[in-house]
């Protein structure tokens, strides 16, 4: 054995010593954290009956702090999912925090719910946004995870036209990278494939490498894309369009890898509840506001934004669902709704909208 192999294995070890020893520390740091996580809950719980053990803006404020503190080499990101996943097992051990998402498994809800959330929260796949509503509403989940906006395809109507029947507060939102995959099953043919199952956002998304690369193959849009993975198993003739778990859930192979038309493509979630979130000192409000159709009521609804020098940050249009109702403007903006320059323009809106309903403040996305 020469001198320098003698020499690498002895730092080699040392290094490894020193790694046992910071993670010593680092499990012995943890256990204490969640011993008071421990507490936290006997004070909520003796402090009175509706007992909240999950809390948004406190959340935000811990993981913002944890990408404050970085001084690398880890990335912020990376640090701040470290802390994610801490915080996430030691609010299970409150309370397990039980969520239902927009399913299947191997959606990108699943993911949303799980960057955000946490792996230690209980996590169930329903079929539906309306379900995801509806069984938040009858309480069977406390939170629900719905997609609302896609930066290539714009808003989900579906998840906003449900906040017009429903009284769910909005709690947060979380953001998330859509990579797109084309994938095949162990008996799919490469050079055979005739269909391209996806769901129908996802076709959007990726329109223009199919109609570079599979311009005569026929696209069909299924309920989602954890469905048209599964779907692809059993087909040799068949490609799906889905992300990475969808992949790994079925045992996919990845063709082609990042085939979004737009590098930047992403989608924003919201997570939806009955709490009302306290400030965390970095907030969005969102608003549902109904008009009637009148000249210049647009202009009057934004201008006290305007007046108040509120950053607005979306406007969607949707039709009413209702007669009373001419439009319903969903608008989101910077600030908490406890700020007084908030709470001005808020009154100022109530009194030319026809009806208005503040949707929920909230922690703006962290991770
Ligand atoms: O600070 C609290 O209220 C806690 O319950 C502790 C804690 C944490 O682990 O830091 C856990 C869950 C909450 O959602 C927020 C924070």
Redesign the pocket.
């Known amino acids: 054995m020469t001198e320098e192999i003698v020499s690498s294995d002895r730092r080699l070890l040392e290094l490894r010593n020193r790694i046992d020893e910071i993670d010593g520390d680092i499990g012995r740091l943890i256990s204490e954290r969640a011993k008071c996580?421990l507490e936290?809950a006997e004070v909520k719980k003796a402090s009175g009956e509706d007992v909240l053990?999950?809390?948004p803006e406190?959340?935000a404020q811990?993981l913002r702090r944890a990408m404050e503190r970085n001084e690398g080499p880890l990335t912020d990101e990376e640090m701040a999912r470290l802390f994610r996943e801490i915080?996430s097992a030691?609010?299970a051990l409150?309370e397990p925090v039980k969520i239902a998402y927009l399913g299947p498994e191997g959606t990108f809800t699943q993911q949303a719910a799980l960057k955000h959330f946490g792996h230690s929260a209980q996590c169930r796949p329903l079929a539906a946004i309306d379900e995801v509503f509806r069984e938040v509403e009858a309480g069977a989940v406390s939170y629900g995870v719905v997609p609302v906006e896609n930066s290539t395809e714009g808003v989900i109507n579906h998840t906003l036209d449900n906040f017009m029947n429903s009284n769910l507060k909005i709690c947060g939102e979380v953001e998330l990278r859509i990579h797109h995959h084309l994938m095949i099953s162990d008996i799919t043919r490469p050079d055979a494939i005739t269909r391209i199952y996806s769901h129908a956002q996802s076709l959007a998304q990726c329109r223009k490498w199919l109609d570079s690369h599979y311009p005569n193959v026929e696209r069909v849009a299924v309920a989602s894309n954890a469905e048209a993975a599964k779907r692809v198993k059993g087909e040799w003739n068949a490609a799906a369009i889905a992300g990475d778990m969808a992949a790994e859930l079925y045992g996919l192979k990845v063709l082609a890898e990042k085939i979004e038309d737009r590098p930047d493509n992403s989608t924003r979630f919201l997570i939806i509840g009955t709490q009302v979130v306290p400030a965390s000192g970095d907030d969005k409000t969102s608003l549902m506001v109904s008009m009637r159709n009148e000249p210049g009521a647009l202009h009057d609804l934004l201008e006290p934004f305007r007046r108040h020098n509120i950053d607005l940050t979306r406007v969607e249009t949707r039709p009413s669902q209702s007669g009373n109702w001419t439009y319903v403007f969903f608008i989101d903006f910077k600030g908490h709704r406890d700020k007084p320059e908030i709470s001005e323009a808020l009154k100022e809106v109530g009194a030319c909208a026809s009806d208005m309903k503040v949707l929920g403040s909230y922690p703006r996305g962290v991770l």
């Open positions: 996580a936290v053990y999950y809390r406190r959340e811990v915080m030691c609010l409150e």
